[in-house]
């Protein structure tokens, strides 16, 4: 058994871990210009020296739409140095820590801080990291209704899983806002602060006025549906909710999230049907690797000796059949043996190759009264190997006092 763990005596509390407090890692530098002057014409060599001498090197640096550097930082003391930063050589500039990348805004769902005041709940969960708080509310017949979830604002930008709220444990999920659209040209993916194009009706989507005194018929700028720029069936409007929910459920840009959301889009004009079918239509088919050859490897596999496919060769048996026995006994009595009859069979077949007959046999051998007659040969036999022979029949005799050995069939 393992030693026993000691807990608190009596009047005795444990004191809570204390967590290191976040500092903020993301910072815009602006320039100081009467003539509204940006980054565009600095060189970046000039303000890599600069931030590199003042607080080091850092995580990255990049330039925003409007011009300005987004800079990370890695360590609490480069946090505290950059916002000490006043010029770059002889740009003046103005550092200010990021508006949103420096925190994360998480959900919670409570009914029983239903009637509590957002200025309770915040200063009690203050301790935890939680810098605003804001009730989601819904609208009913014309009027805004209080609901039991709350957006929550950490001052981090990792999102905490759970926060105690007294003695409820509540989990955090993430925030997913709504697509960013414009006021003005009424696009999606940007502000009315940072656009660049011409007024648009939210309701007519012609150019020039404002949706307030608008009668005309609806019909959205996105789109070109009979609808609102603003209508939540926008198709547009769904594919841009879509992305913002991938974006923040994966934990990664928007520019990252919108090449994912695209590539599983259909395209205008095609169905989704059409697209489930043809990518099982390309996933179904079977394709063969092709290999295609240079001059030199062709020349070298056409001149490469090509190897034979040799039959394998079957073992003659080594036992004998009956009728074999029964001629080896006929054979040793007249002092033959069967490798004679073998070679006297290999002649005979030659020469019914040839056309000569059985009956030329005499002149052949040296002792032509034990091998003139032992043979009968068929002409279309050329098989050696596979020669049957057969000792049933009576061999064929020239006297009746001579005894021949039997045929070969």
Same mark, same amino acid.
């Not at 935890?128 to 209704?145: P, W």
């Not at 993916?189 to 989507?205: F, I, N, V």
């Not at 209508?231 to 547009?236: D, I």
């Not at 989704?272 to 088919?285: F, H, I, N």
């Given at each position: 058994?393992?030693?026993?763990?000691?807990?608190?005596?009596?009047?005795? =509390?444990?004191?809570?871990?204390?967590?290191?407090?976040?500092?903020?890692?993301?910072?815009?530098?602006?320039?100081?210009?009467?003539?509204?002057?940006?980054?565009?014409?600095?060189?970046?060599?000039?303000?890599?020296?600069?931030?590199?001498?003042?607080?080091?090197?850092?995580?990255?640096?990049?330039?925003?739409?409007?011009?300005?550097?987004?800079?990370?930082?890695?360590?609490?003391?480069?946090?505290?140095?950059?916002?000490?930063?006043?010029?770059?050589?002889?740009?003046?500039?103005?550092?200010?820590? =990021?508006?949103?990348?420096?925190?994360?805004?998480?959900?919670?769902?409570?009914?029983?801080?239903?009637?509590?005041?957002?200025?309770?709940?915040?200063?009690?969960?203050?301790?935890?990291?939680?810098?605003?708080?804001?009730?989601?509310?819904?609208?009913?017949?014309?009027?805004?209704?209080?609901?039991?979830?709350?957006?929550?604002?950490?001052?981090?930008?990792?999102?905490?899983?759970?926060?105690?709220?007294?003695?409820?444990?509540?989990?955090?999920?993430?925030?997913?806002?709504?697509?960013?659209?414009?006021?003005?040209?009424?696009?999606?993916?940007?502000?009315?602060?940072?656009?660049?194009?011409?007024?648009?009706?939210?309701?007519?989507?012609?150019?020039?006025?404002?949706?307030?005194?608008?009668?005309?018929?609806?019909?959205?700028?996105?789109?070109?549906?009979? =609808?609102?720029?603003?209508?939540?069936?926008?198709?547009?409007?769904?594919?841009?909710?879509?992305?913002?929910?991938?974006?923040?459920?994966?934990?990664?840009?928007?520019?990252?999230?919108?090449?994912?959301?695209?590539?599983?889009?259909?395209?205008?004009?095609?169905?989704?049907?059409?697209?489930?079918?043809?990518?099982?239509?390309?996933?179904?088919?079977?394709?063969?690797?092709?290999?295609?050859?240079?001059?030199?490897?062709?020349?070298?596999?056409?001149?490469?000796?090509?190897?034979?496919?040799?039959?394998?060769?079957?073992?003659?048996?080594?036992?004998?059949?009956?009728?074999?026995?029964?001629?080896?006994?006929?054979?040793?009595?007249?002092?033959?043996?069967?490798?004679?009859?073998?070679?006297?069979?290999?002649?005979?077949?030659?020469?019914?190759?040839?056309?000569?007959?059985?009956?030329?046999?005499?002149?052949?051998?040296?002792?032509?009264?034990?091998?003139?007659?032992?043979?009968?040969? =068929?002409?279309?036999?050329?098989?050696?190997?596979?020669?049957?022979?057969?000792?049933?029949?009576?061999?064929?005799?020239?006297?009746?006092?001579?005894?021949?050995?039997?045929?070969?069939?």
């Amino acid at each position: 058994m393992g030693a026993r763990k000691k807990g608190p005596f009596s009047g005795h =509390h444990i004191v809570p871990k204390q967590t290191e407090k976040p500092f903020d890692m993301y910072f815009v530098i602006k320039r100081i210009s009467t003539t509204n002057e940006t980054f565009e014409n600095v060189s970046p060599f000039i303000v890599q020296k600069a931030l590199t001498s003042t607080i080091g090197e850092v995580s990255n640096v990049r330039k925003l739409r409007t011009g300005d550097l987004l800079v990370e930082v890695q360590s609490r003391q480069q946090s505290q140095k950059i916002m000490k930063i006043k010029a770059f050589a002889t740009i003046p500039v103005i550092v200010s820590p =990021h508006v949103s990348l420096n925190s994360s805004k998480g959900v919670i769902t409570c009914g029983e801080l239903l009637n509590e005041s957002l200025d309770v709940i915040a200063n009690e969960l203050k301790s935890q990291g939680v810098t605003h708080v804001r009730r989601i509310t819904i609208r009913r017949d014309g009027r805004l209704l209080d609901t039991k979830h709350h957006v929550l604002t950490f001052n981090s930008p990792k999102l905490p899983d759970s926060i105690k709220a007294g003695y409820i444990k509540l989990a955090v999920r993430p925030y997913i806002p709504n697509p960013l659209r414009c006021f003005k040209c009424q696009r999606f993916g940007h502000s009315k602060t940072s656009c660049r194009g011409t007024l648009t009706c939210a309701r007519c989507a012609e150019a020039g006025h404002e949706s307030t005194d608008c009668t005309l018929k609806e019909k959205c700028a996105n789109c070109k549906g009979d =609808h609102t720029s603003f209508s939540r069936s926008c198709p547009k409007w769904k594919v841009e909710k879509e992305i913002v929910s991938t974006k923040f459920k994966q934990n990664i840009s928007f520019i990252e999230a919108r090449r994912l959301v695209m590539a599983q889009t259909p395209k205008e004009g095609k169905s989704y049907a059409s697209v489930a079918k043809t990518s099982l239509a390309v996933s179904g088919t079977q394709t063969k690797p092709v290999v295609i050859l240079t001059d030199s490897e062709s020349e070298q596999i056409s001149t490469s000796p090509m190897k034979e496919n040799k039959k394998p060769k079957f073992k003659k048996k080594k036992s004998m059949y009956k009728s074999e026995r029964s001629l080896a006994l006929k054979l040793a009595r007249q002092g033959s043996s069967l490798k004679d009859l073998k070679s006297l069979k290999s002649v005979a077949l030659e020469l019914g190759k040839t056309g000569l007959a059985t009956q030329d046999l005499p002149s052949l051998f040296a002792n032509p009264s034990t091998s003139s007659e032992l043979l009968k040969i =068929h002409p279309s036999e050329e098989d050696d190997d596979d020669l049957e022979m057969s000792c049933d029949q009576p061999a064929t005799q020239s006297t009746a006092d001579d005894k021949s050995p039997p045929s070969v069939l």
